[in-house]
């Protein structure tokens, strides 16, 4: 029985950005921040550059590149403007989100199914760029079929459904969101995707997720923010990787049996 792969945590750093927006200053640097949750243990850094700028900017996106260690991965939707800056950039990661302008937060997966003619020339811009692209979607059967053909060689599964319902309590709807999560995850997989996951992840949710063996990667960003408000972020990224951990081993002895 071969080993489960090793699983990453990507620490997204887009809300430092928000809270230093809200007064306009320079502090606190979300650059800083990423370079503690690289020291901490972090394997990579999120950050999503929208189009009205709400939160990170061009210059953050500039300065993660330059000073971070790790790989950056560079969430955006699929506009020329964003293109552009993803080219000049160079992250090792474009990961595809739908945005709107009017939203919270990203709601929903990317409609590839819908937006396939638009998506197939500028993921093979990105791809001859030698740029990763990623395809945030839900974890529905067309959708990940489509990723598959649009050559696209990650998807990340959109878990915010799921995690809202675990944390309202809504049982039956979460078990209905987890199951669909395990069978696009095991579809994605047998296409030749790596499957990546994230959007409303906590320490329970994130060990949970980490018992599926197809999962490479976990990207969490606001869960984090507000625990490091509290114990630092060098003890939150310690707390989510053991949390990862313990769902790995799950994995692992899965495997065995």
Known sequence: ???????RLGVNVDHVATLRNA??????????????????GADGITAHLREDRRHIRD?????????ISKPLNFEMAATDDMLRISLATKPHAVCLVPERRQEVTTEGGLDVVGQHNALAPFIARLSDAGIRVSLFIAADPRQIEMAAKLKAPVIEIHTGGWCD??????????????KRIVEGARLAHAAGLEVHAGHGLDYDTAETISALPEIRELNIGYFMMGEALFVGIAETVHTMRAAMERGRTRAEAAGRA
């Open 23 to 40: 007064r306009g200053g320079a502090r606190p640097d979300p650059v800083r921040l990423a370079l503690a949750a690289i020291a901490a």
């Open 1 to 7: 029985m071969s080993k489960t792969p090793p699983l």
């Open 165 to 178: 319902a675990v944390v309202d309590g809504h049982k039956d709807k979460a078990e209905a969101e987890w």
């Open 59 to 67: 210059e953050d996106m500039a300065r993660l590149k330059a000073e």
